[in-house]
């Protein structure tokens, strides 16, 4: 080999390297394999041995791992309590009903007994929302690349809807569009990861205008199976009731399954945000493709993937913090 070339290899071996680091370190598969390498299956034995007493927590889970990836990325600044001079998401939370926080702390702990300062929370949460999933599965029923870092801000109005970046369940298809597209997510994973209201409940005040007053003149959503909207009147009795909730996937509440888009089929999808997704010929090819169970399963832990990788943090951005709801200091 000459030396003008065996130069130029070189230079693109640097070059490429330095590239490498411009653009950061990417989430891979077992990140802490030589730094923690116990860290899945601390995690996954905690999580499983919670959830064999919570049946609710699956559902907390995977929707906390949402609005993570939705509100600054991935980066657990959802977990991060209120300052004296900040309001930070959770202060949103009255609202919002999420939960779990205190079994994220709970792996947290473990983990900082085993490897100090190496798990992210931005991870902890991936993970729980997988192995809490799974749970009914005994197997993990999607794949989780980690690697994530923290992030350390953390602001109320940016869980408001205000802020464009979580959903409302009053939009219609093509503000949804919009709303996943911010995210750099697809109208086909917007339609993959509704699927996820296949397990928990819903508040009746997120729904009832559907029931009792849809266009101002006290009328129900033509959309809403009139059958099934006279099961919810039994449930939600007027619009103030902010109290009660109601499953989202009557059938089966707790089985993460595909019964979703069985029930969108026969109009029974509980928020307009889920009606909608019949409204659009790409998305409604879409539902009719996840009626094939298995299709459902691939399609979602693609899709999930796709989310959890929102605005990460990696390689040196951010921190690992050491309590999972406040900054390191
Ligand atoms: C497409 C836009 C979405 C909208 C408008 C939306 C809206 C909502 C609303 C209003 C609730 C009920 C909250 C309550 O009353 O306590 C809810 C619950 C839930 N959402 Fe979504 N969501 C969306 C997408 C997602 C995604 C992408 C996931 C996860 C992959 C997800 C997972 C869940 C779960 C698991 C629950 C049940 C929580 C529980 O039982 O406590 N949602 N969602
Ligand atoms: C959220 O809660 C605050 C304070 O309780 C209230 O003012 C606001 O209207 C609520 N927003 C929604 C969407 O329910
Ligand atoms: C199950 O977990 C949810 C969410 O954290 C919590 O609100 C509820 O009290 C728990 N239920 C039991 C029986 O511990
Ligand atoms: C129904 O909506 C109309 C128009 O927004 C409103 O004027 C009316 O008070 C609502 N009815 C009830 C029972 O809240
Ligand atoms: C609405 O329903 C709730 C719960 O069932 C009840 O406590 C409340 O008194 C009702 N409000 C009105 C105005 O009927
Ligand atoms: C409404 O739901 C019932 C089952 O409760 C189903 O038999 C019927 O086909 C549905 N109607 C429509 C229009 O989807």
Redesign the pocket.
């Known amino acids: 080999m000459n030396a003008n070339l065996s130069s130029f290899l070189i230079s693109i071996v640097v070059f490429g390297s330095l590239l490498g680091v411009c653009h950061g370190a990417e989430l891979r598969k077992h990140f802490y394999k030589d730094s923690c390498p116990l860290a899945e299956d601390i995690v996954k034995e905690i999580i499983w041995k919670r959830v064999a007493s919570n049946s609710t927590l699956p559902a907390k889970f995977l929707r906390m791992h949402f609005h993570d990836c939705f509100v600054r990325g991935c980066d657990a600044s959802i977990l991060l309590d209120s300052t004296a001079n900040n309001q930070a998401e959770k202060a949103a939370i009255p609202n919002l009903s999420l939960g779990g926080f205190d079994v994220i702390d709970e792996v947290k702990t473990e983990l900082e007994k085993t490897c100090p300062g190496v798990v992210s929370c931005a991870d902890i949460i991936a993970l729980a929302a997988r192995d809490s999933v799974s749970y009914q599965f005994q197997r993990p029923i999607w794949e989780v690349l980690t690697g994530r870092r923290d992030g350390s801000i953390s602001h109320k109005s940016d869980s408001e809807v205000r802020a464009n970046n979580i959903p409302s369940p009053l939009f219609d298809f093509s503000s949804l569009k919009q709303s996943f597209a911010n995210k750099g997510l697809t109208v086909h994973d917007l339609v993959v990861l509704s699927g996820g209201h296949t397990i928990g409940v819903g508040h009746c005040n997120f729904f009832s205008n559907r029931l009792?007053?849809f266009t101002?003149k006290?009328d129900a959503d033509p959309s809403l199976n009139s059958t099934y909207a006279a099961f919810l009147k039994t449930q939600c009795k007027n619009?103030s009731n902010k109290i009660t909730i109601v499953p989202m996937d009557p059938g089966s509440p707790l089985s993460f399954d595909n019964n979703y888009f069985k029930n969108l089929k026969l109009n029974q999808g509980l928020f307009q945000s889920d009606a909608a997704l019949l409204t659009n010929n790409e998305a409604t090819n879409t539902v009719d493709e996840l009626l094939d169970s298995q299709d459902f399963f691939t399609e979602f832990g693609q899709s999930m993937k796709r989310m959890g990788a929102i605005h990460v943090l990696t390689g040196s951005s951010g921190e690992i913090r050491k309590k999972c709801n406040v900054v390191n200091s």
């Open positions: 009792y007053n101002g006290n619009l």
